[in-house]
Structures are given as structure tokens and as C-alpha cells.
């Protein structure tokens, strides 16, 4: 198992290439696969994660060769992937398994998707119920609530689908799978979640049409292939976009981040608790909008967020948690009970660990509330096997007053593999 040890050291000072979109890496991955063609994408997330979701297409006779700087994906068209032969096994990534369950019940195959033990505890009734629905037949443990899941997929019809939770992987599970189905397949959200895949299959073709909190699929004869590049993770920057913020005397350029507004929910709340971030060369790739941002040091304070600024900034409350810490006054986070379903229960994990560094933080049953302003005093922490645990606590050890040691740190791979490098480089 692996640890990191972060000692307080000075100013965070330059440029930061940030991996590739995650979420935007899974779904190009995927249509590629379904495509008729080729397709290059470029500038695709390494992270394990996503090199999951493609060795599980290539379980299913796609032919994927891989790059450093792009993969190459030989499409098999939307009726052409082969059974596999085993479990296909997505590790850490909800997205991938929620998102490959949505194309594999339209396979008139079997295939069976399982990950780690993370994964196998968290909820599948929201993506099995509506895609039993459409007609695939789905078991899993307790009654198909968690993976491992076993798909006898074959021809769907189109649903519309009301979900409780804003969630893009269950919009994408539906609608994925909606590319196989007679008619056509709609979702209702109660807010907006990240929109990715309808921006996707719009850029090749695809009719999806969104209009008030509906989102639309006609189900295509044949999806072609088209060239994609991914914008960079505006996820990942979120750390080096905090750690600027918070380390005195800090400037950090991070070019060629994804800005798609249903993500951009960092920016708007950083700035709004005083951050000095500056957008630039605002661009587009392959439908996504993309910017290089500019992050300066300075003084932030408390802020109040509640359940409409939860969608657009899901991933990135941990990292926010620590900008909460250091700022002056009280943060005060509700209506984000879907923290406590991701890798790890993000509610509890970061009240707990924070507390060990000397944070005033009180849990909630949707959020959390964070008294910022006092220092952090250095101590051990764990990561709990999150990624994005890790990460944050990492950046809280720049303003400690002592080394923060962070257990169980190879969970940061799955989605930012040279995390630490970046950080150090940025220290000399
Ligand atoms: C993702 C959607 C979000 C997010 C996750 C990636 C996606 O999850 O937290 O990291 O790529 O669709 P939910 O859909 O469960 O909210």
C-alpha cells in the first residue's frame, strides 16, 4: 500500500498539464467501439479507470491500439461487439460500469460487469430498474442492487424515465442504451447533471434533444466514426485550482481544461469565496467547451452551497472542503447526500480526516458544515481508498503547519496517474 507525505513548502508556481477528461474518455471509448470506422481520440485519460473501460471493450472483440498521446479504436458498429468470455471487470469506476450495463443491454449477448470491493457496494437499482424496463434481463446481488451484474440483453424499447438523483450515469445508462431500442427513449432529471454523452453523440450525429430537465434519444440506424480529442479534466485541475488558491504567493496555468458548464461549478464557487481565477482562449473540441485558466493566491472565505450548486460541482466538494478549511468563516455545504454513494462516503471521510488535521467540521446528513479560518496542524490521514480523498488531503498538507501523511494512496491512478509529480514540479 502505498503513502504519500506532504511537507508544507512554499508557493505552488507554474504550468500544469492535467490529465484528459475522465467522464468525456469513458463515453468516447465506448461510441468509438459502437461506431462504423475509425476514430483517433486524443489527449484520453490514462487513468484506470478509464484503461478499464477499454480493456473491457477489447473483451468484446473491439480492437483498441494504445498511444501515449491518443488511442485508436477500430469500430465495430452498433450491433458488431462478441459475447465475452469473462467477468468484465471495471475496477474503481462507476461510470464505467453504469455506462457499459447501459450498452450491454442492448447486446443480445451475456456479460457479466463487476469492479472492486468500492464498486460492489455501490447502488446499481438505479441504473437495473430502468433498464429491466426497457426489456433486458438484469440479476445481481440483492435483487440486482449491487454488482456483480449479469446482463442477457437483446431488444429494448424506449422508456421515459424519471430519476431521483441527478446523476449523468444514470442518464447515460438509459440513454446508451436507448441507441438499441424501438422508439424513442427519454430522462427526466430533478436537475441538470453533466451532459457529455448528449453532447457526444450530437457531434457524430445522433438526434438527442434536452429541453426543460427532459433529455431525448432517437435511436440511430448507424453511428460514424469521427476523429475526437478530450478536453483536459477540469476535475483534476480542481486541485492545483484550490492549491493555488490557498498557498500564498501561488500562480499556476492549467491550458486546455474542459468547460462545460454543467462542470464548471468549481470556478463559479472559488470565485464566489474570493479566488482570483482567470478563464482564457475560450475554444471548443468535438462539442466540449474547452479554456486555459489562470489560478493567483488568494484570500478566500466561507460560502453556502445547496442542492442546485451540487450537480455541477459533484466531484470536486472534497477538494472544496479543504478551500472551506483555510477560508475565513463558515462553509456551509447541504443537499449532497449523493456524496455518501461515490468511492468512498466523501461526507464522512473528509469530516473525519479533517478533523485529525484540526478542522472544526460538523457532518451532516447531506453535507457538511466547516468552520475555516483556524491552521492545520499536520497528522496522519487515510484516503479510504478515494482518489479524490487523497488528493484534497495532499493539497491540505501545502498549508499545514506540519507534514500530512496520507495512507492508501494508489487509488489516485485511477484518475490522476503523476499527480504527485505535477505537485512537486509546481514546488521547485
Ligand atoms: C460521472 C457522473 C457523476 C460523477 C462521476 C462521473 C460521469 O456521478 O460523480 O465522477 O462521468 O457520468 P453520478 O452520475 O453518480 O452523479
Known amino acids: 500500500m502505498t503513502a504519500l507525505t506532504i511537507t508544507p513548502n512554499g508557493p505552488l508556481r507554474g504550468m500544469v498539464q492535467v490529465p484528459g477528461d475522465k467522464s468525456i474518455t469513458h463515453r468516447a471509448v465506448i461510441v468509438s467501439a459502437l461506431a462504423e470506422g475509425n476514430t483517433t481520440i486524443r489527449g484520453y485519460s490514462h487513468g484506470e479507470d478509464c484503461l478499464n473501460t477499454l480493456r473491457a471493450c477489447r473483451e468484446m472483440g473491439v ?32 461510470t464505467g460500469l453504469r455506462l457499459l450495463a447501459g450498452v450491454l443491454a442492448g447486446q443480445p449477448f451475456f456479460s457479466v460487469l463487476t469492479g472492486d470491493d468500492s464498486l460492489r457496494r455501490r447502488p446499481m437499482g438505479r441504473i437495473v430498474r430502468p433498464l429491466r ?41 438509459i440513454l446508451l442504451a436507448g441507441l438499441f431500442a424501438e422508439g424513442e427513449t427519454t430522462v427526466h432529471e430533478p436537475l441538470p447533471s453533466r451532459d457529455h454523452t ?77 479566488a482570483d481565477i482567470q478563464v482564457r482562449n475560450p475554444r471548443e473540441h468535438s462539442g466540449e467547451p474547452v479554456g486555459d485558466l489562470l489560478a493567483r493566491s488568494a484570500r478566500l472565505h466561507g460560502v453556502t452551497l ?7 460541482t459533484i466531484d470536486e466538494l472534497p477538494i472544496l472542503c479543504i478551500a472551506a478549511a483555510v477560508a475565513d ?48 496542524h499536520g497528522g496522519r490521514c487515510v484516503s479510504y481508498g478515494d482518489h479524490r480523498v487523497a488528493m484534497s488531503l495532499a493539497i491540505a498538507g501545502l498549508v499545514a503547519e506540519s507534514p500530512v501523511h496520507i495512507d492508501d494512496t494508489a487509488c489516485i491512478d485511477t484518475s490522476f496517474p503523476g499527480f504527485y509529480d505535477n505537485l512537486l514540479d509546481l514546488l521547485t
Open 198 to 274: 448528449e453532447r457526444l453523440l450530437r457531434y457524430l450525429g445522433v438526434t438527442v434533444e434536452a429541453a426543460g430537465g427532459h433529455v431525448r434519444l432517437t435511436p440511430p440506424s448507424a453511428i460514424s466514426a469521427k476523429d475526437l480529442t478530450v478536453p483536459r479534466d477540469i476535475s483534476a485541475a480542481a486541485f492545483f485550482l484550490v492549491g493555488a488558491s490557498i498557498v500564498p504567493g501561488s500562480e499556476v496555468y492549467l491550458p486546455g481544461v474542459g468547460l462545460n458548464p454543467l462542470r464548471t461549478g468549481i470556478l463559479d464557487i472559488l470565485q464566489d469565496m474570493g
Open 133 to 173: 424496463e426497457m426489456g433486458a434481463k438484469i440479476a445481481g446481488r440483492q435483487h440486482g442492487e449491487f454488482a456483480p451484474l449479469a446482463i442477457e440483453g437483446g431488444s429494448l424499447r424506449g422508456i421515459t424515465h424519471t430519476s431521483p438523483v441527478a446523476s449523468a450515469q444514470v442518464k447515460s445508462a
Open 329 to 376: 468563516g463558515k462553509t456551509v455545504i447541504s443537499g449532497a447526500q449523493e456524496l455518501r454513494v461515490k468511492e468512498t462516503d466523501r461526507i464522512r471521510a473528509m469530516a473525519t480526516e479533517l478533523r485529525k488535521l484540526g478542522v472544526v467540521i460538523e457532518e451532516t446528513a447531506d453535507g457538511l458544515i466547516i468552520e475555516g479560518g483556524a491552521p492545520l
Open 63 to 94: 480492437v483498441i491500439e494504445e498511444h501515449p498521446d491518443c488511442v485508436r479504436i477500430q469500430g465495430r458498429g452498433l450491433r458488431g461487439w462478441q459475447e465475452p468470455t469473462r467477468p468484465l471487470d471495471c475496477g474503481n469506476s462507476g
Open 306 to 312: 445547496s442542492k442546485e450548486h451540487i450537480p455541477r
